[in-house]
């Protein structure tokens, strides 16, 4: 059952633009939300997170924006810089830590 | 080291025969995740063991799959009679938890592949 979904699978960015990626969830027992990170052959390293209590995050160049009643969440990267091209995955978690993953969506940023 | 370690990192085996693919997740982490990741898919949620409770084995495929957590420290997945399909990358994943929402660190993963 898809109860976090990426519904693009990709997204090309020039360097220096905004790369926006997004994630809807259906279960409203999710309260905690994260984004990882993967590069090839590598496990998903974690981004970056927020609480439902909470309806932005910002760290550095990177933001998550929670709208709860929508259930959807973003991640916002300002300036996209080439490294930052990856895998990213959206993930929720219920209040027993039970984590479920969204199917990813493959960063490209083009210098 | 500090971080998840799984083994073997890479495994071929014959379709029919078992496997077992080992996690050992960082010390004191009460919380231990099984993903798999096959060939440009997601993240496929397999199982989660939270300290002493009844796992959430509701993402295992089928009856060929089983995990155990010994110890609440090392896990293993166990494969029977493996089939072509089977083939992927396993991913398991602890975090701290203890009642608090916190970020899950992932080892490197074992590839399967079944021939």
């Known amino acids: 059952d898809q109860q976090v979904k990426q519904n693009s699978p990709s997204l090309s960015v020039q360097e220096g633009r905004i790369s926006i990626l997004n994630c809807d969830y259906t279960?409203?027992?999710?309260?905690?939300f994260l984004w990882y990170k993967k590069y090839p052959a590598e496990g998903p390293t974690f981004l970056i997170s927020i609480s439902s209590i909470k309806d932005k995050n910002e760290d550095g160049r990177f933001t998550v924006f929670l709208n709860k009643s929508a259930k959807h969440l973003s991640l916002h990267i300002v300036p996209s810089q080439p490294g930052d091209s990856a895998v990213y995955f959206c993930a929720a978690l219920n209040n027993n830590n039970d984590m479920r993953f969204g199917a990813g969506t493959r960063l490209t940023v083009k210098p | 080291g500090a971080g998840v370690s799984q083994s073997p990192s890479n495994k071929v085996t014959e379709k029919g025969k078992d496997v077992e693919l080992r996690c050992d997740p960082i010390?004191?982490?009460?919380?231990l995740y099984w993903y798999r990741q096959s060939l440009g898919q997601g993240l496929e949620f397999l199982i989660y063991f939270q300290g002493n409770s009844a796992p959430d084995k509701s993402g295992l495929p089928s009856d060929r799959f089983s995990a155990e957590r010994t110890g609440g420290s090392v896990s293993t997945l166990t494969i029977q009679r493996t089939q072509q399909e089977d083939s992927a990358v396993y991913l398991c994943?602890?975090?701290?938890?203890?009642?608090?929402?916190?970020?899950?660190?992932f080892g490197q993963g074992t590839r399967l592949t079944v021939v």
């Open positions: 279960n409203s027992m999710f309260d905690y």
């Open positions: 994943a602890s975090s701290l938890s203890g009642g608090m929402n916190t970020e899950a660190f």
């Open positions: 010390s004191g982490h009460t919380a």
